[in-house]
């Protein structure tokens, strides 16, 4: 994807001496209002120049994006005033920007009351937004909850809302003493603005096998020969993608770390999701549909996190095995784990020749065949997973973060995965590397080892 550095910088209002047709849509009065002037304001949307671009190769970096993910063109605006000392709030809706030079947007000028330490509320492309008089814009979220589109377009559920093309919601606010304008005088403040959803990017390349690459362990066949492991990755996912948010950044309530809020909630542990009469999957994103981007909302729940879910194709000796085989893990006299790897069962019974593991057949269950070290895998796929995280200034940890663009790329391999989308209950060890570059659009660079 070609991208632009740096991202939407800042917002900046300013009070002018003119007007137009504006839309004051509400005005509240909670209490005695003192008689106020007119003043005339405008909004200015400010774009970081472009000769300060960073490669975006680094956790850190800033970049625009694409066109479309920034552009204001057409944008509709609501502007929420609140007046603490008169305890009043100013609505006004359906502001329209026109283009002042590359990369600067002003609105049309409107009209607002002068006031002190006024609180002024930006919301850009506010479709999913009921904003009004009464509006606490603190507490304020996405009107309509969000869901998973239907199947052929996979996890694209902001592409028609907060993240449609040329129409990605953005807000923010600032305070500022607003004064008359009789004089010509010029009120101006400056509002940072924030994309509400977050990109996430996976940029691995899928069209060569990755060697696993981990001294202390041995894959073995039933010659007891040394079987080289590669693995081919097939497709990826997401799990944990949240469905609501609040409409301001910073906010990080409780309420929405619940895992009902979750779409494609991440399969527990030991669950083997893809077994039995109710299997369950993830919504795969295929070789063929590759480097697209997933746009998602922020999560703030380090329980709950957003992870990236990743099916592979076992490949042993540079040739990809696709039917079902077993593999048993036994610690050699060196405390290294050896895995022993047989194409059938047929092909393992032979090899112990021991009562117990006789007596598997095709429907023993994967609960069974751990107590015995054995794992089973169904067409040579198994699968991986990892956090998606980002690590804040104050060095706390979050998940995804709204305005910023998660690069994802698999680094290294370890081990041949999980039999299904689920880790089995004695897994715990992470299996797969991956690095993450985060960038605001800040860009997070996750490097996972898998």
Not at 170 to 192: C, E, F, P, R, W
Not at 274 to 297: M, P, S
């Amino acid at each position: 994807m070609k991208v632009k550095n740096l991202l939407l910088a800042g917002l900046a209002v300013a009070a002018m001496t003119a007007c137009s047709n504006n839309d004051i849509d509400e005005i509240v009065d909670n209490g005695i209002q003192t008689p106020t002037e007119e003043a005339s304001m405008r909004l200015y949307f400010n774009f970081a120049n472009q000769t300060t671009r960073a490669n975006g190769d680094t956790t850190g970096d800033k970049q625009d994006g694409n066109d479309l993910e920034w552009t204001v063109d057409g944008a509709n605006i609501t502007v929420l005033l609140q007046y603490p000392n008169d305890a009043k709030n100013i609505v006004i809706k359906n502001l329209s920007p026109v283009s002042d030079k590359e990369k600067t947007y002003a609105t049309e000028e409107f009209k607002v009351n002068a006031g002190s330490g006024v609180k002024v509320y930006a919301f850009i492309n506010p479709e999913n937004l009921e904003i009004g008089a009464t509006t606490n814009p603190t507490t304020l979220t996405l009107t309509t909850a969000q869901t998973l589109p239907s199947e052929p377009d996979g996890l694209a559920y902001l592409v028609n809302g907060v993240a449609k093309d040329k129409k990605f919601m953005m807000s923010g606010s600032t305070s500022l003493n607003i004064q008359a304008g009789a004089d010509g005088t010029v009120n101006i403040a400056k509002i940072n603005v924030d994309r509400v959803a977050a990109k996430l990017d996976e940029g691995t390349k899928f069209d060569t096998s990755i060697s696993i690459a981990n001294d202390g362990i041995k894959y073995k066949n039933k010659d007891n020969g040394e079987a080289n492991v590669s693995i081919k990755l097939l497709a990826y996912s997401y799990s944990n993608l949240t469905n609501n948010t609040y409409a301001l950044n910073g906010i990080k309530e409780a309420s929405f770390n619940a895992k009902d809020i979750y779409l494609q909630p991440y399969f527990s542990q030991g669950s083997y999701p893809t077994d039995g009469n109710d299997k369950k999957d993830y919504r795969w994103i295929a070789k063929d549909e590759l480097n697209k981007i997933t746009y998602c909302l922020d999560n703030y729940g380090n329980n709950n996190p957003t992870r990236v879910h990743y099916k592979g194709q076992v490949c042993i000796d540079g040739k990809e095995i696709s039917s079902n085989f077993y593999i048993r893990a036994l610690l050699n006299l060196t405390n290294n784990v050896e895995y022993y790897f047989f194409n059938n069962l047929d092909e393992m019974k032979a090899y112990y020749k021991d009562e117990t593991i006789n007596s598997i057949t095709e429907e023993t269950t994967r609960e069974e065949l751990s107590k015995l070290g054995i794992k089973k895998y169904n067409s040579g796929i198994c699968y991986y997973e990892a956090d998606i995280k980002t690590t804040l200034e104050s060095q706390t940890t979050v998940s995804i973060m709204r305005n910023n663009w998660y690069k994802l790329t698999v680094k290294n391999i370890k081990e041949i995965g999980y039999p299904t989308p689920a880790k089995d209950p004695e897994d715990k060890d992470t299996k797969l590397v991956v690095e993450t570059t985060i960038n605001p659009w800040t860009i997070q660079i996750n490097d996972f080892d898998l």
